[in-house]
C-alpha cells in the first residue's frame, strides 16, 4: 500500500479504536487495535513492509523520548540497579537460556537460531507495558521498574539478537567481539544522547533571547529533537539511537531553568502536541502489530509439513518458560537486596510480587519488527532454518503475553503492594517527584494538592537559588515551609499534634548542641572574647530551657513575647545609633561567629540524618528542612553590610515569586490531566493562585 494511504488507514483505525474503547472498557485499547489490524490485514491484504531501522526511528525513538520525559526521576534513580539488572543481565540471561530451551524443545531448530529467538523476545514492550498498566491496576514501583528496564532493554536484546542471526546465517560468532560492540554501542548511546540533548538545548535557549520565541518554531524542534538525536547516533556514531533518546529524555525535563518553561505558552502547545503524536504512535504500533500478524503465522499454518497445534504448544511453552525466568530472576534479586539491606527497610521476598513482575513483561513491537528482518536465506545459499516457526513463536507470545497480562494481573494486583527493589528510606529533605499515588484512581482532596503543589514551588526556588539571590530565595521557601506547616498540623488530634512538637523539639536540641559544641571549641581556641562568649552561650541555654518547657507554655503569653521582643530590638536599634568603633568590632565578631553557629547546627542535623533511622517519618523530614532553610537563611542574613541594596532584593522577590507560582500552575495543570484532581478542585485552585499572583502584581505596582 503507498505511504500516504497507509497513514490515512492506520490514523482512521487509530479513531475507531478508541471510539470501541469507549464501549468495551474492559479491554485495553492496545489489544483492540491488534485486533483491528489483524481484521484489516485479512479481509482487505493489506500490509506493511516493516524493517527494524525505519521503524525504530520513526516510532520507537520519539515514544522513548517522551516516557524519557515523564518518567519519575527519583523513582528512575531509586531503582536504578534493578532497571539496569533487568535491562542487560536479565536480558543476556533469558537469550543463553531460553536459546538452549527452545533447542531442547524444538530440536530441528539450530542452537544458534534458538538464541536468536530467545534474544529478540527478551526486550519487554515500554507502549504495551504501559497499554495494560491502567487496566490491571500494577503497583507503583513494579509499573516502574518494567517501564523503566523497557526504555533501555531494546539496545541490549536487539544486539544479542543482530549477533544470533549473524551466527546461524554464517556459522561466526565471537563473544569479545559481541561484548565490545555492546559496550561501544551503549557508553557512546549514552554520552552522544546527553550531549546532544544539552546542545540542542543551548541552541533553543540562545534563539530565544535573540528573540526568536515563535511557538510553533519551539513546538516543531522539540517534536524533531528525538529523531535528529538517534539519526545522528545511529548514522555518523554507529551506537545506539534507543539508548541516546531515552538519556535526551530524561536530561530534557530536569533542565528547570530552561527558557521554555518560563513561557507557558510554548509549554501548553508543546505539551499538548506532544499528547497527539504519541497518541498516534502509539496506535500505529499496536495496528501495524496487528497487520503483521498474519504475515508471521500465515507459512507455518500453510505448511503441510508442520502441525499447527505443535506451533501453538511450542508458543505457550516457551512464554511460560520465559516468565518463569522473570519469576525466579526478580525474586532472587529481591532476596539479594533484603539481605543486603542492613536497615531492613525492604520488603520481604514475595513469590507473588515475583508473579506480578513475571506476567508483566509484556512483548510487543520492537519483537516484532525484529523477528520480520530475519534474512531468508544464508550465507551458503540454503533457506534461513525454521524462520517461518520463528515468526510464528513470536507473533504468538505478542499475543499471549499481553492476553495473559490483562487477564492475570488483575486477581494478582487485588492487594495493595510495593517492590521496593532497593532501599527507598527517604535520604533528602525535599521529595522533588513525589508519589502520588499507589492506585491509579485515588485522587488528591483539597490539602494534599496545596501541599503538592507547594512542594514544586519550593522545588522550583530551590533551582533558582544562587549566589547573589540566596537570602531571598530562602524567605520565600521559609514561606512555603510555613504554609505547608500549617496544612499539616491542620487535621491532626492534639494527642498526636504534642507528640510532633515534641519530636520537633527534639530536633531542634540537636541543632543547638551543634551549636553549643562548636562555640565550645572556638572558646578552648581563643577565637571569641569572653564577652561573646557568655552573651551567645546564655542565649543558646536559653533556647534550650524554653524547648525543655515546651508543653507548659501558654498561647495567652504570645502577645507578651512579641512585645518584650519588639522593645529589645528597639532597644538594640537605639544603643547601635550610639556604638563606638570597639562596640562595632565586638558586633562583627558577633556576627561572624553566629554564621559559624548555624553552619556548625546545619552539620549537625546532616549527620542526624545520616544515622538517624525515624527521619523517614514525613513530619520529622519537613522538620529537618525546614529548620536547615531556617540556618541558611540566617546566614544569608548575617552576610548582609550596610551596602545591601533593598530595591535589588526586593526585585529578586518579585522575579522569584512569580517563577513560584508559575510552578504552581503547572503542577496543578498536571494534577488534573493526570486525574488525580478533579475539575472543580482544579478550578479553586488556579482561583487561590491567580489570586496570589493579583497579590503579588499589585505589590509591585505600589
Excluded: C
Excluded at 40 to 56: G, H, N, Q, R, Y
Excluded at 150 to 174: C, H, R, V
Excluded at 307 to 324: C, E, G, H, P, Y
Amino acid at each position: 500500500m503507498p505511504l500516504l494511504e497507509s497513514v490515512i488507514v492506520l490514523a482512521a483505525l487509530v479513531l475507531l479504536s478508541n471510539v470501541i474503547s469507549h464501549y468495551l472498557v474492559s479491554i485495553p485499547v492496545g489489544l483492540i487495535q491488534i485486533t483491528l489490524g489483524f481484521i484489516v490485514a485479512l479481509i482487505f491484504k493489506i500490509s506493511i513492509e516493516l524493517e527494524t531501522d525505519w521503524f525504530l526511528l520513526l516510532f520507537i525513538a520519539p515514544l522513548l523520548f517522551n516516557d524519557g520525559r515523564k518518567f519519575p526521576k527519583r523513582e528512575l534513580w531509586k531503582l536504578r540497579g534493578a532497571i539496569f539488572a533487568n535491562a542487560i543481565l536479565l536480558v543476556f540471561l533469558t537469550t543463553v537460556a531460553g536459546g538452549f530451551f527452545i533447542h531442547f524443545l524444538i530440536p530441528k531448530m539450530p542452537l544458534a537460531v534458538g538464541f536468536a529467538l530467545a534474544a529478540i523476545l527478551s526486550p519487554t514492550d515500554p507502549v504495551a507495558v504501559q497499554s495494560i498498566a491502567e487496566k490491571a491496576k500494577l503497583p507503583r514501583n513494579i509499573l516502574n521498574l518494567v517501564s523503566g528496564e523497557s526504555l533501555i532493554n531494546d539496545a541490549s536484546g536487539l544486539i544479542a539478537f543482530k549477533y544470533a542471526i549473524a551466527a546461524a546465517a554464517t556459522g561466526y560468532f565471537s563473544l569479545s567481539e559481541a561484548f565490545g560492540d555492546f559496550t561501544y554501542i551503549a557508553i557512546v548511546g549514552f554520552i552522544a544522547g546527553a550531549v546532544l540533548m544539552l546542545l540542542i538545548s543551548t541552541i533553543r535557549d540562545f534563539l530565544m533571547r535573540q528573540g526568536i520565541n515563535d511557538v510553533v518554531f519551539n513546538t516543531i524542534l522539540q517534536i524533531l529533537t528525538p529523531f535528529i538525536i538517534f539519526m545522528f547516533t545511529e548514522e555518523f556514531l554507529h551506537a545506539s539511537g534507543v539508548i541516546s533518546v531515552v538519556v535526551a529524555g530524561v536530561i530534557s525535563s530536569t533542565r528547570k531553568n530552561s527558557f521554555a518553561t518560563y513561557l507557558p505558552e510554548i509549554k501548553l502547545v508543546t505539551e499538548k502536541t506532544w499528547e497527539i503524536v504519541v497518541y498516534l504512535l502509539n496506535g500505529f504500533v499496536f495496528i501495524i502489530l496487528g497487520i503483521e500478524l498474519p504475515i508471521a503465522m500465515s507459512n507455518t499454518i500453510e505448511d503441510n509439513n508442520s502441525s499447527t497445534f505443535t506451533a501453538i504448544v511450542d508458543v505457550v511453552v516457551v512464554w511460560l518458560f520465559l516468565v518463569l525466568i522473570r519469576v525466579i530472576w526478580t525474586y532472587i534479586n529481591m532476596l539479594f537486596i533484603s539481605k543486603k539491606d542492613k536497615t531492613k527497610n525492604t520488603e520481604t521476598p514475595s513469590w507473588r510480587v515475583s508473579l506480578i513482575s513475571g506476567f508483566s513483561g509484556v512483548r510487543g513491537a520492537i519483537t516484532m519488527a525484529g523477528v520480520l528482518t530475519v534474512p531468508t536465506i544464508i550465507k551458503s545459499g540454503d533457506a534461513f532454518p525454521e524462520r517461518s516457526l520463528m515468526l510464528f513463536i513470536a507473533g504468538g507470545i505478542i499475543v499471549l503475553s499481553l492476553l495473559a497480562a490483562i487477564l492475570i494481573l488483575p486477581f494478582l494486583t487485588k492487594e495493595k503492594d510495593i517492590m521496593k527493589t532497593n532501599n527507598e528510606s527517604s535520604d533528602g529533605l525535599v521529595d522533588d517527584d513525589i508519589i502520588i499515588s499507589e492506585n491509579g484512581n485515588a485522587q488528591f482532596n483539597e490539602k494534599q494538592a496545596r501541599i503538592y503543589i507547594m512542594r514544586v514551588a519550593i522545588s522550583r526556588l530551590e533551582s533558582e537559588r544562587r549566589e547573589s539571590n540566596q537570602k531571598v530565595a530562602y524567605e520565600l521557601i521559609l514561606e512555603y515551609q510555613f504554609m505547608i506547616r500549617r496544612l499539616e498540623f491542620s487535621d491532626q488530634d492534639d494527642e498526636r499534634l504534642r507528640k510532633i512538637v515534641e519530636e520537633e523539639a527534639n530536633i531542634r536540641r540537636i541543632a543547638l548542641d551543634g551549636e553549643l559544641e562548636a562555640l565550645d571549641k572556638m572558646k578552648l581556641k581563643n577565637a571569641i572574647s569572653d564577652q561573646n562568649y557568655a552573651i551567645i552561650n546564655k542565649k543558646i541555654m536559653k533556647q534550650k530551657a524554653k524547648l525543655s518547657q515546651i508543653n507548659n507554655r501558654k498561647i495567652s503569653f504570645v502577645t507578651v513575647r512579641n512585645i518584650k521582643y519588639a522593645s529589645r530590638q528597639i532597644g538594640k536599634m537605639a544603643r547601635r545609633a550610639f556604638f563606638s568603633e570597639t562596640e562595632l568590632k565586638k558586633v562583627y565578631e558577633r556576627r561572624n561567629i553566629e554564621k559559624a553557629l548555624a553552619k556548625a547546627a546545619i552539620k549537625a542535623l546532616s549527620t542526624y540524618v545520616k544515622k538517624s533511622d525515624d527521619v523517614n517519618q514525613q513530619f520529622n523530614q519537613q522538620a529537618i528542612y525546614h529548620l536547615i532553610v531556617y540556618y541558611r537563611n540566617r546566614i544569608e542574613t548575617l552576610k548582609l553590610t550596610k551596602e545591601f541594596d533593598r530595591s535589588e532584593s526586593e526585585e529578586q522577590s518579585y522575579q522569584l515569586r512569580l517563577k513560584a507560582i508559575a510552578a504552581e500552575r503547572t503542577a496543578m495543570q498536571e494534577l488534573m490531566e493526570q486525574g488525580y484532581i478533579t475539575w472543580s478542585l482544579a478550578s479553586r485552585l488556579r482561583e487561590y493562585i491567580n489570586y496570589s499572583e493579583n497579590v503579588i502584581m499589585l505589590s509591585e505596582e505600589d
